[in-house]
Antibody, heavy 123, light 109 residues
Framework: QLHLQESGPGLVKPSETLSLTCTVSGVSVSSDSYYWGWIRQAPGRGLEWVGSFFYGGDTSFNPSLRSRATISVDTSKNQFSLKLSSGTAADTAVYYC???????????????WGQGTRVTVSS | QTVVTQEPSLTVSPGGTVTLTCGPNSGAVTSGHYPNWFQQKPGQAPRALIYSTSHRHSWTPARFSGSLLGDKAALTLSGVQPEDEADYYCLVYYGGAYVFGTGTKVTVL
């Protein structure tokens, strides 16, 4: 059964790098059928797309985060990770990983989500 | 960056019908933007409801329907149930970039 599980540090000091990992079970992150992405939600706020990738293809980021964000993939562990450098209080949020795909009906974005991991940026 | 606006809040009576809309600060939402809709209840991860404008997921009740209404994407809830009280977000695709709407809080009263 397909399952996504986020993990992260919980607390990060300002100016440090946020490092988050999404562990996928039930399908390979290197599958050519799916896209994968990160979404975050600051306390009491709406959803914000962070970045997405297709294994072996393009990676795209929210323009507001592009200069600080990187996504990497570890196929041996079936994981993908988000790093967000120079963390500030504005990066405090619940971070979700999710799956997308394209088929004959069009794009299905983020049909399956992890439960989310809370990250606080504070000294 | 494009801002996609939704009604901040809507109230509907049980058994009633309510339509939520989703539109950018400039231009129109079309089928080529593949609008998706999500439901989020307090303390939970979002749940996908509608993809590519009007397609329901296998788990989405038939009372949820998606469409284009003028230059906006729309989500209609018909025969509203108490458990439909939640926040709803649209998502619009702009050629490699994804923009979530500002969200609508639906109250069932």
């Amino acid at each position: 059964q397909l399952h996504l599980q986020e993990s992260g540090p919980g607390l990060v000091k300002p100016s440090e790098t946020l490092s988050l990992t999404c562990t996928v079970s039930g399908v390979s992150v290197s599958s050519d059928s799916y896209y994968w992405g990160w979404i975050r939600q600051a306390p009491g706020r709406g959803l914000e797309w962070v970045g997405s990738f297709f294994y072996g293809g393009d990676t795209s980021f929210n323009p507001s985060l592009r200069s600080r964000a990187t996504i990497s993939v570890d196929t041996s562990k079936n994981q993908f990770s988000l790093k967000l450098s120079s963390g500030t209080a504005a990066d405090t949020a619940v971070y979700y990983c999710a799956r997308s795909y394209y088929d004959s009906t069009g794009y299905t974005f983020f049909d399956l989500w992890g439960q989310g991991t809370r990250v606080t940026v504070s000294s | 960056q494009t801002v996609v606006t939704q009604e901040p809040s809507l109230t509907v009576s049980p058994g009633g019908t309510v339509t939520l809309t989703c539109g950018p600060n400039s231009g129109a939402v079309t089928s080529g933007h593949y609008p998706n809709w999500f439901q989020q209840k307090p303390g939970q991860a979002p749940r996908a409801l509608i993809y590519s404008t009007s397609h329901r997921h296998s788990w989405t009740p038939a009372r949820f329907s998606g469409s284009l209404l003028g230059d906006k994407a729309a989500l209609t809830l018909s025969g509203v149930q108490p458990e439909d009280e939640a926040d709803y977000y649209c998502l619009v695709y702009y050629g490699g970039a994804y923009v979530f709407g500002t969200g609508t809080k639906v109250t069932v009263l």
